[in-house]
């Protein structure tokens, strides 16, 4: 097995379109996605995690400057690997390179959001070096669902 970890680019978009089809249920096409990796590209990366050059995972950071703070804000945004790769060391992979690449450009710290229920994750995240930190609350601003 030969993990590589490297950031996508619009090249990948059929790529990050099929895991985030996976993880989220939500069908982009390759254009739309290309469209959005280029858009985003100074503000979310894309971690892509391949297996003998099969796309397997990815993480998206957020990684952007902020006005109250000298450093910039970062987050893990998303965190998928496939589950038939699972459990062999790839999600590991994709946080420690999203922890290195935060601290090489200046953030104080990383932030993640994960479910309640989600014990598997967090098992993950606290044994890279995350802790527990606030409590994260959401108010919906779309009032209806959009059409597909």
Same mark, same amino acid.
């Given at each position: 097995? %030969?993990?590589?970890?490297?950031?996508? #680019?619009?090249?990948?978009?059929?790529? *990050?379109?099929?895991?985030? !089809?996976?993880?989220? !249920?939500? &069908?982009?096409?390759?254009?739309?996605?290309?469209?959005?990796?280029?858009?985003?590209? #100074?503000?979310?990366?894309?971690?892509? /995690?391949?297996?003998?050059?099969?796309? *397997?995972?990815?993480? %998206?950071?957020?990684?952007?400057?902020?006005?109250?703070?000298?450093?910039?804000?970062?987050?893990?945004? @998303?965190?998928?690997? !496939? @589950? /038939?790769?699972?459990? &062999?060391?790839?999600?590991?992979?994709?946080? !420690?390179?999203?922890?290195?690449? /935060? &601290? %090489?450009?200046?953030?104080? @710290?990383?932030?993640?959001?994960?479910?309640?229920?989600?014990?598997?994750?967090?098992?993950?995240?606290?044994?890279?070096?995350?802790?527990?930190?606030?409590?994260?609350?959401?108010? +919906?601003? &779309?009032?209806?669902? +959009?059409?597909?």
């Amino acid at each position: 097995m %030969s993990l590589v970890i490297r950031q996508a #680019t619009p090249a990948d978009a059929a790529a *990050v379109a099929r895991l985030n !089809e996976d993880f989220n !249920e939500v &069908r982009t096409d390759v254009a739309t996605m290309a469209a959005r990796l280029e858009r985003c590209i #100074t503000t979310e990366r894309i971690l892509l /995690a391949e297996i003998d050059g099969l796309a *397997v995972g990815f993480l %998206s950071l957020w990684l952007f400057p902020v006005v109250c703070t000298p450093d910039p804000y970062a987050e893990v945004a @998303e965190l998928f690997v !496939e @589950e /038939a790769y699972r459990r &062999r060391g790839i999600g590991r992979a994709l946080l !420690e390179e999203a922890i290195e690449i /935060a &601290r %090489s450009e200046g953030a104080a @710290e990383l932030k993640v959001v994960t479910g309640f229920r989600n014990t598997a994750a967090q098992k993950l995240y606290y044994s890279v070096g995350f802790h527990n930190l606030a409590l994260q609350l959401c108010c +919906p601003t &779309r009032l209806e669902e +959009p059409s597909m």
